[in-house]
């Protein structure tokens, strides 16, 4: 079991950037993949990025690649959503989301956090 709490949204200009956190409790982070999904208003929750239990593999969405970068910290128990060159189309509110090694669903999601970028 574990909790994800995210933060680091906020209003960005385009062409601007944002870093996102998301915080997990628990002892057994570094057994858990992590991902970021993203919900537009009137759309549906749709893959930003993944990254494995060590961090060594990472997997983008094509809207967002070599715009975005994932990467996590296992001390610290904290995956990372750095978004530059953001577009009024990445306005989104942003979930973290865990999934246990050995399993192919997320079963844990953050509350989200508001991603807003003006044009």
């Known amino acids: 079991q574990v909790q994800l709490v995210e933060s680091g949204g906020g209003l960005v200009q385009a062409g601007g950037s944002l870093r996102l956190s998301c915080v997990a409790s628990?002892?057994?982070?570094?057994?858990?993949?992590m991902g970021w999904f993203r919900q537009a208003p009137g759309k549906e929750r749709e893959f930003v990025a993944r990254?494995?239990?060590?961090?060594?593999?990472?997997t983008y969405a094509d809207s967002v690649k070599g715009r975005f970068t994932i990467s996590r910290d296992n001390a610290k128990n904290t995956v990372y959503l750095q978004m530059n060159s953001l577009k009024p189309e990445d306005t989104a509110v942003y979930f973290c989301?865990?999934?246990?090694?050995?399993?192919?669903?997320?079963?844990?999601w953050g509350q989200g956090t508001q991603v807003t970028v003006s044009s």
């Open positions: 989301a865990a999934a246990r090694a050995g399993t192919p669903e997320y079963g844990y």
């Open positions: 628990g002892r057994t982070f570094s057994s858990y993949a």
């Open positions: 990254i494995s239990l060590s961090g060594g593999r990472t």
